[in-house]
């Protein structure tokens, strides 16, 4: 998984050295996104995976929509019968970052993660919905959210529906607005004190 460790090696570079100690305001920041972004490009030429089939779009909106009610409504229950929820005064607004910022962390589970974690499996392209790659994937994509143990538990389970979709119907569009829905739900639903807003790495102890 060559890709993978070093795509995890410059996240938690960033969120555990970098951040707290470069307090350098500036473009900068978006360096690790750059880097990251183009290794992505150097995989996807040779995997010939950039995660928009034609084909694979209708099953995952399908699927993601099955998926993505139930546990939208799960956590807005949730969130509500463990305290006040936060107001949101731009919600559509959020929707719509998150919808840029999961689909890229989509692409980057998806398309190389999760075939990575296919080769350390052994399986071949017809056996490439197995359990074992899907766990794997999804163990990766939840490490990168610690030690926030609320964010921890979510991407989990997220990563988990959201690699069992792709390895049936390879599109990302639905997943990253499946993403954004239930990120939008958690912000509107949560407390901060519980989900610490959101953050991971060294910030989550700031």
């Avoid at 949101?88 to 075939?115: E, K």
């Avoid at 030690?147 to 119907?169: D, E, H, K, M, Q």
Wanted: net charge positive; hydrophobic share 55%.
């Amino acid at each position: 998984m060559p890709y993978t460790l070093a795509i995890v090696a410059i996240i938690l570079g960033y969120t555990w050295v970098a951040d707290p100690l470069v307090d350098v305001p500036g473009p900068w920041v978006l360096l690790p996104v750059v880097v990251i972004i183009a290794l992505c490009i150097a995989h996807n030429r040779k995997s010939r995976d950039w995660g928009f089939s034609s084909r694979g779009f209708l099953p995952a909106l399908l699927w993601s929509i099955a998926l993505t009610v139930p546990l939208v409504a799960a956590l807005w229950f949730i969130g509500h019968a463990m305290g006040p929820a936060p107001i949101r005064r731009a919600p559509l607004l959020d929707f719509l970052y998150v919808m840029v910022w999961g689909g890229a962390q989509q692409f980057v589970l998806q398309t190389v993660v999760l075939r990575e974690s296919r080769a350390v499996a052994g399986l071949s392209r017809a056996k490439s919905r197995g359990r074992g790659a899907v766990l794997l994937a999804a163990a990766v994509f939840a490490s990168l959210h610690l030690p926030n143990p609320f964010l921890v538990i979510v991407t989990f389970v997220g990563g988990l529906a959201w690699c069992w979709i792709y390895s049936r119907a390879p599109n990302i569009l639905p997943l990253a607005v499946s993403h954004a829905a239930a990120t939008v739900a958690i912000q509107m639903s949560f407390n901060p004190a519980v989900t610490n807003a959101l953050r991971t790495g060294w910030r989550y102890f700031q």
